[in-house]
């Protein structure tokens, strides 16, 4: 008899409080809670496989629970969480902490607590009379670019046979979201010759350089909101581009050796993220022929931090149509505005959707939380995922 949602729930609690426990800052290694999980699986008889990164010192796991049969759901989830630093909190966010219905801690909504849902299923899912396989697909370095996961997409991929669709458990109130935008974040520097601020023929600054293509960024995300399409299911509605960073100069009375600045474009599915900024980086080259007409060490360099896909709707899809089915949700499609690693499995040529517990406002926030009615939520989908699995 497959296990409650009550019963599923507390072992997913339990399961959370550990996972929260490992600082998995995206700056720091996830191999403590990789290991965690290794041997968690082992002892419910489930071998698991790292994709690892190029140095070893972060991982991707994953697991296939069932036969080697067509037809399989991956669970996914990245392991990693953003910084504390400086955040007002009033617990101690590496302790999970329950208050007023409420469960604190980093990652708790973004998205630890999916992530103790699946591992809290496996149980049930190792001895029921599966059809069909679940796989585990645990990612790191989501939160700097998505960087881990299309590794291990590839090896899911190339699995015989591969699994069929994916639900990514990014926190949307186990609601189903179909689409989300792209994201790609880029760092251009701009490289002056000092000189006395008083000989401005003498030297080139690299803030007032940098404040042209800055400019340029600026009338290119006026540009954005006035071409808005109404019919847009984003909010907003429009691409968003936003300059996140600045770094320059050392003196006021010096003209800036140096400026730098990061900036991340986010785009809806119908709109090429590489087509818009093409003006811009044609700039930049101008530019720094520019520089280097004046001062050979002068000019402008710029390089990629991520480039994520966008999640582009698939109504009527096989992973939406499950998805539903297990959350109970009869809604509108819905989109969302932040980045996942949804778009990359749908590159990756899987089936898939964003549902699971938790809401993206709590996610990288001080204090953090999960409402326990949530995991409940999501411990009925799990259930019912196990029954759906083990049907005919």
Same mark, same amino acid.
């Given at each position: 008899?497959?296990?409650?949602?009550?019963?599923?729930?507390?072992?997913?609690?339990?399961?959370?409080?550990?996972?929260?426990?490992? %600082?998995?800052?995206? /700056?720091?290694?996830?191999?403590?809670?990789?290991?965690?999980?290794?041997?968690?699986?082992?002892?419910?008889?489930?071998?698991?496989?790292?994709?690892?990164?190029? %140095?070893?010192?972060?991982?991707?796991?994953?697991? /296939? @629970?069932?036969?080697?049969?067509?037809?399989?759901?991956?669970?996914?989830?990245?392991?990693?969480?953003?910084?504390?630093?400086?955040?007002?909190?009033?617990?101690? !966010?590496?302790?999970?902490?329950?208050?007023?219905?409420?469960?604190? *801690?980093? &990652?708790?909504?973004?998205?630890?607590?999916?992530?103790?849902?699946?591992?809290?299923?496996? $149980?049930?899912?190792?001895?029921?009379?599966?059809?069909?396989?679940?796989?585990?697909?645990?990612?790191? %370095?989501?939160?700097?670019?998505?960087?881990?996961?299309?590794?291990? @997409?590839?090896?899911?991929?190339?699995?015989?046979?591969?699994?069929?669709?994916?639900?990514?458990?990014?926190?949307?109130?186990?609601?189903?979201?179909?689409?989300? #935008?792209? @994201?790609?974040?880029?760092?251009?520097?701009?490289?002056?010759?000092?000189?006395?601020?008083?000989?401005?023929?003498?030297?080139?600054?690299?803030?007032?350089?940098?404040?042209?293509?800055? *400019?340029?960024?600026?009338?290119?995300?006026?540009?954005?909101?006035?071409?808005?399409?109404?019919?847009?299911?984003?909010?907003? #509605?429009?691409?968003?581009?936003?300059?996140?960073?600045?770094?320059? *100069?050392?003196?006021?009375?010096?003209?800036?050796?140096?400026?730098?600045?990061?900036?991340?474009?986010?785009?809806? $599915?119908?709109?090429?993220?590489?087509?818009?900024?093409?003006?811009?980086?044609?700039?930049?080259?101008?530019?720094?022929?520019?520089?280097?007409? /004046?001062?050979?060490?002068?000019?402008?360099?710029?390089?990629?931090?991520?480039?994520?896909?966008?999640?582009?709707?698939? !109504? &009527?899809?096989?992973?939406?149509?499950?998805?539903?089915?297990?959350?109970?949700?009869?809604?509108?499609? /819905?989109?969302?505005?932040?980045?996942?690693?949804?778009?990359?499995?749908?590159?990756?040529?899987? $089936?898939?959707?964003?549902?699971?517990?938790?809401?993206? %406002?709590?996610?990288?926030?001080?204090?953090?939380? @999960?409402?326990?009615?949530?995991?409940?939520?999501?411990?009925?989908?799990?259930?019912?995922?196990?029954?759906?699995?083990?049907?005919?």
């Amino acid at each position: 008899m497959t296990v409650s949602p009550d019963a599923l729930h507390d072992r997913a609690v339990g399961i959370l409080t550990t996972l929260v426990g490992f %600082d998995t800052t995206s /700056r720091r290694s996830n191999l403590a809670l990789i290991e965690w999980v290794e041997a968690y699986l082992a002892d419910l008889g489930v071998e698991s496989r790292r994709v690892s990164n190029a %140095d070893g010192s972060k991982a991707n796991l994953m697991a /296939r @629970i069932g036969p080697a049969a067509a037809g399989g759901v991956i669970l996914s989830g990245h392991t990693d969480v953003v910084p504390v630093d400086g955040q007002p909190w009033s617990t101690d !966010p590496w302790v999970l902490t329950e208050k007023d219905g409420k469960l604190y *801690g980093r &990652g708790s909504a973004d998205m630890k607590g999916f992530i103790a849902l699946a591992l809290a299923a496996v $149980p049930e899912l190792a001895k029921a009379d599966l059809k069909r396989p679940a796989w585990l697909a645990f990612s790191y %370095d989501e939160e700097i670019g998505c960087l881990g996961a299309p590794a291990m @997409i590839e090896a899911l991929s190339r699995e015989d046979p591969p699994p069929a669709l994916a639900v990514v458990g990014e926190p949307t109130g186990m609601e189903v979201v179909g689409a989300h #935008k792209g @994201i790609l974040s880029a760092k251009v520097t701009v490289t002056g010759h000092e000189a006395h601020s008083s000989q401005t023929h003498l030297g080139v600054s690299a803030n007032m350089a940098a404040l042209k293509l800055m *400019g340029e960024l600026t009338a290119m995300a006026d540009r954005l909101i006035a071409d808005a399409d109404p019919a847009s299911p984003f909010e907003p #509605k429009h691409a968003t581009l936003t300059i996140g960073l600045i770094h320059g *100069g050392t003196a006021v009375n010096i003209l800036a050796r140096q400026c730098s600045f990061s900036f991340d474009l986010r785009s809806p $599915p119908d709109q090429d993220p590489a087509a818009l900024l093409a003006p811009f980086w044609e700039r930049c080259a101008a530019m720094d022929a520019e520089l280097k007409a /004046r001062f050979p060490e002068c000019g402008v360099e710029w390089e990629l931090y991520s480039n994520v896909p966008p999640l582009a709707l698939q !109504p &009527g899809g096989p992973a939406e149509a499950l998805a539903r089915r297990l959350a109970g949700d009869n809604g509108p499609l /819905r989109a969302v505005s932040y980045a996942a690693e949804a778009g990359q499995f749908q590159r990756g040529g899987f $089936p898939v959707v964003l549902c699971g517990p938790g809401w993206i %406002d709590q996610a990288h926030q001080p204090d953090e939380w @999960i409402e326990v009615a949530q995991l409940r939520r999501g411990a009925g989908f799990m259930v019912r995922l196990v029954e759906a699995l083990s049907a005919p």
